[in-house]
Structure formats: C-alpha cells, structure tokens
C-alpha cells in the first residue's frame, strides 16, 4: 500500500516537470503527506495536462458520506475494473499523482508483538519525482447540491525485488513514456491500461532507514528524511 508520502517540491517544478501550467490553489509543501490531506494531481482536459489539488481518498460517486473515501486512499491494480467504487473512474478519469518519495514500514518477523516497524523512505535514486497512478473522481453528495469535492486515490500492485524485503505492495510507478497514454480520456481500453500497473523497474527504488519520528504525522519537516541506522536504539530506548 501507499499511505504516507512526500511532496515538497514547488508547485512551479512540479508543473514544469510534468508539463502543465502552475496550479491555480497552491498547497503547502509536506515531507509527512497523509490520507484526508489535499495533494496534487496530473490529468487531461483533453488538449493539455492539468495540475491540481484532490482530496487524497477518493469518494465514490453513490457515497452517502465524504467519509467513504477514508478507506479509499489506495486501489488494487488487479480489482479496478471489478470494484464499483473504482471501474468508472479506471475507464475514464485516470491522473499522475506527483511525489518526491513514500514512506514504507518493516515490522522485524523475530522482534516481539510489541516491536517498532523500521520506517523507510523511498526514492527515486536520482531524486526525481515519482508518477504515481491514481484515478479521481467528483462528488457532490447524495442529493446532488453539494459544492463538488475532487477526490483521487493511489493505484497499488505487486512489490518489486527491492520493495518486497519490506512490504508486500507498492504504488505503481509510471515512467514518462506511459504518461499520455495513461491521461488519454478516448482510451477504454481496459486491457491495455492494466499492463501499465506493474512493479516499478527495481533500480528505480531505493530503501533509505529513516527515524520513527516519521509516524507521528505531526512531525513535518526534512529531517524525516534523514538516514538513521536501523539497529541503533532510539533515543530513550535501553540498551
């Protein structure tokens, strides 16, 4: 899964990276991104890519409650096109989600029930931005009077070999040769856009141990990011 991520990159450079004009609402940059949080989007208007900001935990359009989309932060690659919440939004609104990194935890299999999980952050190893698979949707409640709320969510698929010594599910990591086609509005080719959620190319993740600080998702601030050695005690922790 992707629950945590990065996104501290300007707004500016994020829109250049991608090829799209500047937001319109700008959003405060955050090394600790969690779900409920607003965040940046890529899609198509049809002639040109947009950015812009989406409530992270898409709401499905037959949702009573904005709430639904608390449990919608990810989607399953493999359910898309079975999931009612989802198979709309797979056909015809797909977006890039922008991130710097995402956070990952490892629980150790022989420490105690009661045991930390290791954080990790991982990144690009040049440190360019990932292009995470999302879809989006609009929703305006169940009458249909509601200012309308823009809400997207992560696509998840299997781990690659770097991934899988921690977790046993990663975003999927669209290279920029994919990118139109994924935004395209005409295609509905559902075959052919599932071959493009697929494990990240391992040398594209790199695992950096990072301080517990990181779950706390008040802490906010580059020094997450900091590398720390996974078998060093914590601060306070008795040796």
């Not at 959003?27 to 989007?41: H, M």
């Not at 989309?69 to 922008?98: E, Q, V």
């Not at 669209?174 to 599932?194: I, N, T």
Request: one cysteine or more.
């Amino acid at each position: 899964m992707c629950g945590r991520f990065v996104s501290a990159t300007p707004p500016d450079q994020v829109a250049d990276y991608f090829g799209t004009e500047a937001p319109e609402a700008l959003l405060e940059p955050s090394y600790n991104v969690a779900p409920t949080k607003d965040v940046y989007a890529v899609l198509s208007d049809g002639s040109a890519r947009r950015l812009d900001a989406f409530h992270w935990g898409l709401i499905p359009i037959w949702a009573k409650e904005a709430k639904v989309g608390n449990r919608m932060i990810n989607a399953r690659a493999d359910t898309l096109a079975d999931k009612s919440a989802y198979k709309s939004a797979f056909k015809k609104r797909r977006c890039l989600i922008p991130a710097d990194g995402f956070f990952e935890w490892r629980k150790d299999p022989d420490a105690g029930p009661k045991a930390k999980k290791q954080p990790f952050y991982i990144h690009h190893p040049d440190e360019e931005p990932y292009a995470f698979a999302g879809l989006w949707e609009v929703w305006r409640g169940p009458e249909r009077d509601q200012e309308p709320l823009r809400s997207c969510t992560i696509i998840t698929t299997d781990p690659n070999e770097v991934m899988a010594q921690i977790h046993d599910r990663m975003p999927v990591i669209l290279p920029a040769s994919k990118w139109d086609l994924w935004l395209d509005r005409e295609v509905d080719d559902l075959d052919l856009l599932g071959q493009l959620l697929v494990p990240a190319p391992p040398e594209m993740t790199v695992l950096r141990p990072i301080s517990t600080a990181v779950n706390n998702v008040r802490n906010d601030g580059p020094e997450l990011l900091e590398p720390v050695d996974p078998d060093a005690p914590e601060p306070g922790q008795l040796l």
